[in-house]
């Protein structure tokens, strides 16, 4: 019974998570191109409470929750190589999540020099990420 309530806390985490993975990019991709002082002081604000606020708690939780889950089954997720797959591209997200960090610190300081165009490539990776996590778990592939 605990592995289900596990499980369902991790899939909320983790959605909260990713939903502040993809908007705080494009915010970044706006703040890029924002030049008067009242927006680049909103984004700034809507950066730090995205990031402090939800997608931080979220990223600890989601871990949390998936080494409880990790934990109810120990033997069978060390033998699955979909799972060693799966936690590959935990572990890129959470590089991820440190990239988002040092932006945040960068517009925060006033000191981007990265178009919008970066932005939004890199707005992309985490698409990718969660696409390779859910065929992983779902699919199971080896």
Same mark, same amino acid.
């Given at each position: ?8 806390? *991790?899939?909320?985490?983790m959605t909260?998570?990713?939903a502040g ?9 706006? @703040?890029s ?6 927006? +680049? ?6 950066e730090r409470?995205? %990031?402090?606020?939800i ?5 600890v ?18 033998q699955?190589?979909?799972? *060693?797959?799966? +936690? %590959? ?5 959470i590089?991820? *999540?440190i990239?988002?960090? @040092?932006f945040?610190?960068?517009?925060k300081a006033?000191?981007?020099t990265?178009? @919008?165009?970066?932005y939004r ?5 985490p698409?990718i +990420?969660?696409?390779a996590?859910?065929?992983?778990v779902?699919?199971k592939? %080896?």
């Amino acid at each position: 019974m605990a592995y289900l309530w596990f499980k369902a806390f *991790h899939l909320i985490a983790m959605t909260c998570w990713f939903a502040g993975i993809f908007y705080l990019p494009r915010l970044y991709v706006y @703040h890029s191109m924002a030049d008067d002082e009242t927006s +680049l002081d909103r984004f700034k604000i809507m950066e730090r409470k995205l %990031f402090w606020g939800i997608m931080t708690p979220s990223a600890v939780l989601t871990v949390i929750f998936g080494c409880l889950l990790f934990s109810t089954n120990f033997q069978f997720y060390m033998q699955s190589g979909w799972m *060693h797959a799966k +936690l %590959f591209c935990v572990f890129l997200l959470i590089i991820y *999540h440190i990239l988002c960090w @040092h932006f945040l610190k960068i517009f925060k300081a006033n000191k981007n020099t990265r178009s @919008h165009k970066f932005y939004r490539w890199f707005n992309e990776a985490p698409v990718i +990420l969660l696409l390779a996590i859910i065929i992983f778990v779902v699919v199971k592939p %080896f």
